[in-house]
């Protein structure tokens, strides 16, 4: 069974740093993907940032770029967002995500293009 467990989330200060993780397990990844989408009160689901590291590509979402980083680690597919200078707006429950279709990353940022889905890690970002 698949299963990913994000953790990692809190309260931190504006211009504050957290790292996520997301724990995978019950799945070999193959030529799939993994993400972090993140979901602030009242606003939709938003790609983050994206790895498909069969084809050693890495995208960010414009506003994070540069500040975030995003990791994989093949042995176990744990998955980390390091998140630096962090924005008050930037206050929502964090998601991770897992395609294993396969397909390329021209979609990645919608929501429907992820089969699987953890229960989110909130952080809150505050002045």
């Known amino acids: 069974v698949v299963q990913l467990v994000e953790s990692g989330g809190g309260s931190v200060q504006v211009g504050g740093s957290l790292t996520l993780t997301c724990a995978a397990s019950?799945?070999?990844?193959?030529?799939?993907?993994m993400a972090w989408f993140r979901q602030a009160p009242g606003k939709e689901r938003e790609g983050v940032a994206v790895?498909?590291?069969?084809?050693?590509?890495?995208y960010y979402y414009v506003t994070v770029r540069g500040r975030f980083t995003l990791s994989h680690n093949s042995a176990n597919n744990t998955l980390y967002l390091q998140m630096n200078s962090l924005k008050p707006e930037e206050t929502a429950v964090y998601y991770c995500?897992?395609?294993?279709?396969?397909?390329?990353?021209?979609?990645?940022?919608?929501?429907?293009?992820?089969?699987?889905w953890g229960q989110g890690t909130l952080v809150t970002v505050s002045s």
């Open positions: 995500a897992l395609d294993l279709s396969g397909r390329g990353l021209v979609a990645w940022d919608r929501i429907s293009h992820w089969q699987y």
């Open positions: 019950g799945f070999s990844l193959g030529s799939g993907s």
């Open positions: 790895i498909r590291p069969s084809a050693h590509i890495t």
